[in-house]
Each structure stands twice: as structure tokens, then as C-alpha cells.
């Protein structure tokens, strides 16, 4: 295997969207589409965004052992297929994932030399609740308990390799483009394995 697992979290409403999908643009990466059963919200796109089912379904992918991780955040439960990762690392793509801290853990406990993690989030506290009320897409108590939940992983940037506060959006692209550019550098653990017995 090949490739690299790039594990972007941080408060929703910091930007990590739209930093991926600036990456999307000239990295051939493969964004790790998560299942969830929040609602859509609007602008939302079904297996651009997520995949969105009920919560049978989800329970029965857990069941299916369908996930490499899964986790209730916010009140709804999300997960990472496993399947399209596995394909992607075959191929030696950059597999970029938004997953919260709990995802993180188990990503980093799966594949220890394999996973690069990057912490994203706003200068301030103040700063992502306007932002999440200029993205108008929730609403004032959805927004409240993303604030709440954002104070409870800001607890937890310190698990993470890299730290971006996402000010300047050109200045975040830069840095994280730096921080994919070394994930590619590193070996999977197989390869050096591999490597020592045929050194
Ligand atoms: P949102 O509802 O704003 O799209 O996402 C809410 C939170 O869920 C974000 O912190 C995001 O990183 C996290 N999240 C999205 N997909 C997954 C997933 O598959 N697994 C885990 N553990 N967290 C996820």
C-alpha cells in the first residue's frame, strides 16, 4: 500500500470545506465521503457532501462492519466507509477525511504511520459563531451546540501534529498544501518492513 490518510478536524463553521475542496482542485485525492443521519442542510449535494440515511441504516452498516470509524457527534452519528479508503490507498492517492476528534483516534490507532493530522480553527471563539451565523444553515440552537462541542475539541488540538487558525484563507490553503505535501513523504509501516528485510 501507498498513499497517505490526511485527517482534518476541527470546530464545524472553521472552513475546513472549503480549504478540501480548494485541495480537490489540483491534488487527485480522495475525499472520504462520510455516511451520517443529520439532515441535508441546503446547498448539500447526496454523495458529494455525505451520504445521508436513517438511523437503521446506519445501525445495520455498523452491524455490517461497514465503518473504519464512526461516531455520534452533535446529536447525529457519523461514519467512515472503510471500503473506498482501502481502494484509495491502493492506489496511492492522499485520502483527506472531516472527522471529529473521536474519528481521529481511531484513524491514528489503525494506521499509526500512515495518518498525518491536521487541527483547523477560527482566531476565536467569536469569530466562528459569526461565522456559523452567516453561513445561515442552521439553526440558533444547532449553532449554540456546535459552539458548546467546538470548546470541547479545542481541548483536544493538542493530539494533532499541525495547527492551522484559519484567518486568512490563502495563508490556511498554503500551510495545509505543506502539511499534504509531507504526509505523501511518509512510509507505511509494510513498506519498511519490507524494506529492512530485503536491505
Ligand atoms: P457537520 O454536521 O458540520 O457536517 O459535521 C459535524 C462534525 O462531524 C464535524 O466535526 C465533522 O468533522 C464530523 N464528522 C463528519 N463526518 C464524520 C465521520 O465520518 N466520522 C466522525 N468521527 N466525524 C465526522
Given at each position: 500500500m501507498g498513499g497517505a490518510l490526511v485527517v482534518l478536524s476541527g470546530p464545524s463553521g472553521c472552513g475546513k470545506s472549503s480549504l478540501v475542496?480548494?485541495?480537490?482542485?489540483?491534488?487527485?485525492?480522495?475525499?472520504?465521503?462520510?455516511?451520517t443521519t443529520r439532515e441535508i442542510r441546503d446547498g448539500e449535494e447526496e454523495g458529494v457532501n455525505y451520504f445521508y440515511v436513517s438511523k437503521e441504516e446506519f445501525k445495520k452498516d455498523i452491524e455490517d462492519g461497514n465503518f473504519l470509524e464512526w461516531a455520534e457527534v452533535h446529536g447525529n452519528y457519523y461514519g467512515t466507509s472503510i471500503k473506498p479508503v482501502l481502494k484509495a490507498l491502493d492506489e496511492k492517492k492522499v485520502v483527506i477525511f472531516d472527522i471529529d476528534v473521536q474519528g481521529h483516534e481511531i484513524v491514528k490507532k489503525k494506521f499509526p504511520l500512515l495518518t498525518t493530522s491536521v487541527f483547523i480553527t477560527t482566531p476565536s471563539q467569536?469569530?466562528?459563531e459569526n461565522r456559523l451565523i452567516n453561513r445561515a444553515t442552521d439553526s440558533e440552537e444547532v449553532i449554540q451546540n456546535r459552539l458548546i462541542n467546538a470548546k470541547e475539541e479545542m481541548k483536544r488540538a493538542d493530539e494533532y501534529e499541525f495547527f492551522i487558525i484559519n484567518d486568512d484563507f490563502s495563508k490556511a490553503l498554503n500551510?495545509?498544501?505543506?502539511?499534504?505535501?509531507?504526509?505523501?513523504?511518509?512510509k507505511p509501516l509494510k513498506f519498511i518492513e519490507d524494506f529492512g528485510s530485503s536491505w
Open positions: 475542496n480548494e485541495i480537490l482542485k489540483y491534488e487527485d485525492a480522495y475525499f472520504s465521503i462520510s455516511t467569536k469569530e466562528l500551510e495545509l498544501k505543506k502539511i499534504i505535501e509531507v504526509a505523501k513523504l511518509k
